[in-house]
């Protein structure tokens, strides 16, 4: 696992974005791994901005999302289809029909998650998988308990999750309460994940998932054992890290030639 610590959020997006703008100018057919809440956000502006100067392109990416609301209608502003569509791809050239989500709607929701573990496969597997931190650790919506080698499933949110999500909605009655999410197996099979995670209440589950011990407890935690992980923090984010100086040095000696 390498952790860079940026001056601010806006430098840590660039940094994202700069992972992402990589996979896209080096493989033909890249496929990303998308997240929501405010965490990639600021990387997707970057992002947009860099397709509308003409210094990256989607055109033959696909996207993959890593989580979708269940019980929402499709067409409603805060299911995560729609959320990635508003902030990055409606904005990019990335072609509408390459944007996969599970099917939330279908009357059958575990062969429905069965069937995108299987879509995630045929589309060659995820190249960048960006992912967020919860403030009890949980990456995607695996949350506390969740299985280091879980597949795509339903979860079940806890109330301390529905209400860091309130906020997108008109209050935390409005949340859903269940979730399509990819396991945290099936996340660990992206070629590269990468965390970004900013702002002082992002400090602890932080720490916990990079310094702490490898646990189901803190679910974040599972990318300890990933072979190319890449945490991404602000100052105020890596303020309980204990080997932050070291995490400085390393990335400050990184070779040119060497990209994160």
């Known amino acids: 696992m390498e952790v860079v610590i940026t001056a601010d959020e806006p430098a840590a997006a660039t940094v994202v974005a700069g992972v992402v703008a990589?996979?896209?100018?080096t493989r033909a057919a890249p496929v990303l791994g998308l997240a929501t809440g405010s965490s990639p956000l600021g990387a997707y502006r970057v992002l947009v901005e860099q397709v509308r100067a003409?210094?990256?392109?989607?055109?033959?990416?696909?996207?993959v999302l890593l989580d979708e609301y269940v019980g929402l209608p499709p067409d409603?502003?805060?299911?995560?289809?729609?959320?990635?569509?508003?902030?990055?791809?409606?904005?990019?050239?990335?072609?509408?029909?390459?944007?996969?989500?599970p099917d939330v709607w279908s009357g059958d929701l575990p062969a429905a998650c069965a069937a995108y573990d299987r879509l995630l496969a045929e589309v060659g597997g995820v190249d960048v998988q960006l992912l967020g931190i919860g403030?009890?650790?949980?990456?995607?919506?695996?949350?506390?308990g969740s299985s280091l080698r879980s597949?795509?499933?339903?979860?079940?949110?806890?109330?301390?999750?529905?209400?860091?999500?309130?906020r997108?909605?008109?209050?935390?009655?409005?949340?859903?309460?269940?979730?399509?999410?990819?396991?945290?197996?099936?996340?660990?099979?992206?070629?590269?994940?990468?965390?970004?995670?900013?702002?002082?209440?992002?400090?602890e589950p932080v720490a916990a998932a990079v310094e702490g011990p490898l646990t189901a407890s803190c679910p974040a935690s599972v990318l300890q054992l990933h072979p190319h992980a890449t945490v991404v923090v602000d100052e105020?984010?890596?303020?309980?890290?204990?080997?932050?100086?070291?995490?400085?040095e390393a990335y400050a000696g990184k070779p040119d030639w060497q990209t994160l």
């Open 236 to 248: 105020a984010a890596a303020a309980r890290l204990r080997h932050a100086d070291y995490y400085r």
């Open 168 to 203: 997108f909605f008109a209050g935390p009655d409005e949340v859903p309460r269940h979730v399509v999410t990819q396991g945290l197996g099936t996340i660990g099979e992206a070629r590269h994940l990468v965390l970004v995670a900013c702002g002082a209440a992002k400090a």
């Open 22 to 25: 990589r996979v896209l100018a």
């Open 54 to 63: 003409g210094r990256a392109s989607f055109a033959g990416a696909s996207a």
């Open 76 to 101: 409603h502003p805060e299911g995560y289809r729609a959320f990635v569509r508003r902030h990055l791809t409606d904005l990019v050239d990335l072609p509408a029909a390459r944007l996969y989500g």
């Open 151 to 166: 597949r795509t499933r339903v979860k079940t949110l806890t109330s301390r999750t529905r209400a860091d999500n309130a």
């Open 135 to 144: 403030s009890d650790g949980h990456l995607g919506f695996n949350e506390p």
